[in-house]
């Protein structure tokens, strides 16, 4: 007997944080939710679920930062590009270090190949 209450608790508990952790995620006021599913766990569990996309759908993916637009990768020895300039489109860069060079310009700076 003591089990069952302590797994019935256990369930309520479960789908109580799960509610809360997704209905905070997507912006819903979780309070009616939590207490349907704490007086009856099955029938919170399936309006919930059937429900939380019609109130608010699931955000799409947000970057904390922007992606990187340049990866050097492993036998990279050159300076890296500067790709941003001052908020204008940035000029050619060198075929071989990837360096940012003047426009029109024959030999690279930084490494000296011929372009």
Not at 6 to 22: F, H, K, P, Q, T
Not at 61 to 88: E, I
């Amino acid at each position: 007997m003591f089990a069952y209450i302590l797994i019935m608790i256990l369930v309520r508990l479960g789908l109580c944080i799960w509610i809360y952790s997704d209905g905070t995620g997507r912006g819903i006021r979780v309070g009616a939710w939590i207490a349907v599913a704490i007086l009856h766990p099955l029938v919170g569990f399936i309006l919930y679920h059937s429900e939380r996309n019609r109130l608010r759908p699931e955000p799409e993916y947000q970057y904390w930062y922007p992606p990187p637009a340049y990866y050097p990768g492993p036998y990279h020895s050159g300076p890296p590009p500067s790709y941003v300039t001052g908020g204008y489109r940035a000029g050619p860069v060198c075929l071989n270090c990837r360096s940012r060079i003047p426009p029109g310009s024959a030999f690279c700076p930084f490494c000296g190949d011929r372009q």
